[in-house]
Every structure is written in structure tokens, then in C-alpha cells.
């Protein structure tokens, strides 16, 4: 059974190129554009892993994490932050809010 990823990102190249790369790695991947967005689709597909981006409209990364957290079902996903952003203060703030990596 191939593994399920959710990816949050709002850059539609960032989303599409991550996407493909994923795929041809074998893995079933869902997308999302948002946090709002992406809460949605990981309620109804439970990924293994999702990575998410922290700056984005609607809901940002962050957010998102903490509505993740909430939710018994998705208990067992994983969180990664992907994003381009690399000031340690929002690494840190992403890790003591428990992102897995």
C-alpha cells in the first residue's frame, strides 16, 4: 500500500513540482492550497506525512498545526514544515509547537 502524503503549499509551482517529484517516488499524493484547505483534505484522506508550508493565506502552517494536533484521527500523521523560509525564530517556534521536523 503506497504511503499518503498531504502537501500545503500556496506557490502553485512549488505544490505541482513537489507533487510530481513525490509521485514518481510511488508515493499517493493530495494537495492543498491553504491551511484551511489543507485541514479539510487531511480529515478525509489521513496522510502518513504531511508538509506544509508556514507563510500562506487563509490559514498559515502554523495553524494548521495546532487544528492537526486536535484531531484524534490524524494522531498518527506526520508533520514537516516545508517552506523556504529559514529565520531559526520561526524553526523553533514550528518545533515547540510539535512539528515533527
Same mark, same amino acid.
Given at each position: 500500500?503506497k504511503?499518503?502524503?498531504?502537501?500545503?503549499?500556496?506557490?502553485?509551482?512549488?505544490? %505541482?513540482?513537489?507533487?510530481?517529484? #513525490?509521485?514518481?517516488?510511488?508515493?499517493? &499524493?493530495?494537495?492543498?492550497? *491553504?491551511?484551511? +484547505?489543507?485541514?479539510?483534505?487531511?480529515?478525509? %484522506?489521513?496522510?502518513?506525512?504531511? #508538509?506544509?508550508?508556514?507563510?500562506?493565506? &487563509?490559514?498559515?502552517?502554523? *495553524?494548521l498545526? +495546532?487544528?492537526?494536533?486536535?484531531?484524534?484521527?490524524?494522531?498518527?500523521?506526520?508533520?514537516?514544515?516545508?517552506t523556504?523560509?529559514?529565520?531559526?525564530?520561526?524553526?523553533?517556534?514550528?518545533?515547540?509547537?510539535?512539528?515533527?521536523?
Amino acid at each position: 500500500m503506497k504511503q499518503k502524503i498531504l502537501v500545503v503549499e500556496d506557490n502553485g509551482d512549488i505544490r %505541482e513540482n513537489t507533487t510530481e517529484l #513525490l509521485e514518481l517516488s510511488d508515493y499517493n &499524493v493530495s494537495t492543498a492550497k *491553504n491551511g484551511e +484547505e489543507g485541514l479539510v483534505v487531511a480529515l478525509q %484522506e489521513t496522510p502518513d506525512l504531511i #508538509l506544509c508550508d508556514i507563510r500562506m493565506p &487563509v490559514m498559515d502552517g502554523y *495553524n494548521l498545526l +495546532e487544528n492537526i494536533r486536535k484531531q484524534p484521527s490524524l494522531s498518527h500523521s506526520r508533520f514537516v514544515f516545508f517552506t523556504a523560509s529559514c529565520e531559526k525564530k520561526e524553526i523553533e517556534m514550528g518545533m515547540r509547537m510539535g512539528a515533527d521536523d
